[in-house]
């Protein structure tokens, strides 16, 4: 996916996201949770794993949604006089398989789109703001080298004693404070350097290294197509559903061919990378 | 995705993007066939807000110098919120809202949210938090005169902006856990998040004695000795 156009992996994750935020159908949902899982299983994303902390949210919604909401035909138990309803459990569960699929989607989508990427969409937006912001990403590393240095000289100064903890505060503030001064008078010299080279003056011209390739364009037809498809279904009542008061859920032709063309849609990303991953290992192995 | 390069459609966005479509979207989530579209809704509000006060710079003519010193202050900002505990984003924001107008508080907190969660992590939160932040930062740069007239004002103003802040993001999870708004999820979740709030209130109001009047004072140094 890495070598596709941003726009087009911009309005992939956009699409596909938005269907599921505006579609609660239990099974749109569960489709999109495992083509979200399985991209981020192929890739690997992030490679310290961080599931847990995803799925506890997950769980917590699972739970919220039957304490707060009594409406369903199926009543399991009654706690404080209140019935505890087994559609408001599967509504919760739903819940908690959209956030989580939400939150596997976000993690491809981030692992993807690297800074550079996101500051090529803004750009497109609107070119100040995007210099802007990628001066500020240039400037967090040197500020932190600067904050560095600052607190090393400090340090072999004696002004920061290592074993006084109210000093090592008040060293950390005032290398805070020292390394404020100098960002904000190196960012003025910034400036004025770039006036002198005539910044302001007359349009901007711009280079980036992504441009639209065949396969950019093949792969938004396959997109646009397919979330058309899909969207048509949704609002045309192909997928409907309801949780109250029994949970009842489409199955015809037209629900079936809303459903395929989604799982088709969120299996995209994952298939386009196992076919990475094969060619790899195929031309490695006629090496 | 395109570069709007016009003048006159960008004055034309900002008409049609608050009055119109912001609108628009709200009515098709309350009337939409099937009801209870939050989700799409909020995220498509927040972000169609952004876009629309990203136009209003863009049509702005802005100094140079200002717009590095909002880079400056977004990278500050964004390095302070890597430091364990504190989160001094609101803090920055209100600061650059003050004293470099009330697009630059804009600017320093929505992007630091969106900087800071290259780092942190993405998630379908970020426009929420860009557009919390900014507006704390925007409104502070309406309200700069009175701010910098009364100390008392501005600690006030710290206190409000991290009970909004979290009033705010409790709005996003109430919708994200439930699936849709209800009113009692989402005063469940205010009653969880008192502590932090108040912590980050307290916060605010530290960063806010220590750091005012530093900040102000290098401003004016370097305003002296640059003479902008």
Known sequence: MERFNPIVVFMYFALTSGIAMLCMNPIMQTIALVGAALLFLIRRAGRRGGHLPMLAFALLACVINPIFSHNGATVLFFVNGNPFTLEAVIYGAVCGVMLLAMLYWFRSFSALMTSDKILYLLGRISPKIALTVSMALRYVPLFSAQMRKTAQAQRAMGAIRADDSLSRIRGGARVFSVTLTWALENGIVTADAMEARGYGEGRRTSFAIYRFHRRDAALTAVILLLGGGIYYGVFGGFAAYQYYPIVTVRQDTAALLTYGAYALLTALPSTIEAGEIIRWKYLQSKI | ?228
């Open chain 2, 1 to 228: 995705m395109i570069v709007i390069r016009s003048a006159r459609v960008r004055r034309a966005l900002k008409i049609v993007l608050p009055f119109i479509v912001i609108p628009a979207v709200v009515a098709f989530g309350v009337f939409a066939v099937r009801g209870k579209h939050h989700l799409f809704v909020s995220t498509a509000v927040a972000l169609l807000s952004l876009a629309l006060f990203l136009c209003g710079f863009e049509k702005r003519k802005i100094g140079s110098r200002r717009a590095v010193l909002v880079s400056v202050m977004i990278a500050l900002s964004v390095l302070g919120r890597m430091f364990p505990v504190i989160k001094p984003v609101t803090v920055f924001a209100m600061l650059s809202g003050m004293f470099l107008g009330p697009e630059a508080g804009f600017l320093v907190g929505a992007f630091s949210a969106l900087i800071s969660n290259f780092w942190a992590g993405q998630g379908p939160w970020t426009p929420f938090q860009m557009l919390a932040w900014g507006l704390i930062g925007f409104f502070a740069g309406v309200l700069a005169s009175p701010l910098k007239r009364s100390r008392f004002l501005l600690y006030a103003y710290g206190v409000i902006a991290a009970v909004a802040f979290s009033m705010v993001m409790d709005v996003w999870s109430a919708i994200w856990l439930a699936g849709a708004f209800s009113l009692d999820v989402y005063l469940a979740k205010m009653l969880t998040s008192v502590p932090h709030t108040l912590l980050y209130a307290v916060s605010n109001v530290i960063f806010l004695i220590c750091f005012a009047k530093p900040f102000s004072e290098k401003l004016e140094r370097i305003r002296i000795k640059y003479g902008i």
